[in-house]
T-cell receptor, first 108, second 115 residues
């Protein structure tokens, strides 16, 4: 069974500080991994996916198959980054399995 | 707005009543997914369709739940004999099978409160 774990429910940092949101997964095959974000009063939207190896809004995430992790990082947090972040895993583009989410609060 | 739409946005019902939600996916998206999200949790998969065929159902989907996508366009999710434990946000998402990114586009959700 596939499982995604986000150990922190809440992460609070000051503006300009580095941010790392942790995500660990368990899956027997080769997963597709994603980070979704939900800003206040907005719908869930894709932030980035591991297959594209892109940086979106300054965020990056590296898939570490040895540690089964897909942590989300940003070197300098901005207030507008405050949101709920969900790590998710997909089996060949089918259903998504989400972690429990981490609320990021960036204080001024 | 060409995004995924869901109706109603909010539904309050009494225990034991039946409710039906509707999801309109992005035009030409052939995959449609339903998820349920309770407070403090991430979304949990319920079921998904490819065109009109229901391809997978979660064990979370009890026999009180039924979903349809009759013409491969919009979908409905019906809950019969609602229970207080059904109170949650019901999310719909759509994607296109040919999209190599596997991105799912989410709707705003329908919040169900069972009293």
């Amino acid at each position: 069974a596939q499982r995604v774990t986000q150990p922190e429910k809440l992460l609070s940092v000051f503006k300009g500080a580095p941010v790392e949101l942790k995500c660990n997964y368990s899956y027997s095959g080769s997963p597709e991994l994603f980070w979704y974000v939900q800003y206040s009063r907005q719908r869930l939207q894709l932030l980035l996916r591991h297959i594209s190896r892109e940086s979106i809004k300054g965020f990056t995430a590296d898939l570490n198959k040895g540690e089964t992790s897909f942590h989300l990082k940003k070197p300098f947090a901005q207030e507008e980054d405050s949101a709920m972040y969900y790590c998710a895993l997909s089996d060949a583009g089918n259903m998504l399995t989400f972690g429990g989410g981490t609320r990021l609060m960036v204080k001024p | 707005d060409t995004g995924v739409s869901q109706n109603p946005r909010h539904k309050i019902t009494k225990r034991g009543q039946n409710v039906t939600f509707r999801c309109d996916p992005i035009s030409e998206h052939n995959r449609l997914y339903w998820y349920r999200q309770t407070l403090g949790q991430g979304p949990e998969f319920l079921t998904y369709f490819q065109n009109e065929a229901q391809l997978e159902k979660s064990r979370l989907l009890s026999d009180r739940f039924s979903a349809e996508r009759p013409k491969g366009s919009f979908s409905t999710l019906e809950i019969q004999r609602t229970e207080q434990g059904d109170s949650a946000m019901y999310l719909c998402a759509s994607s296109h099978i040919a999209d190599p990114s596997y991105e799912q586009y989410f709707g705003p959700g329908t919040r169900l409160t069972v009293t």
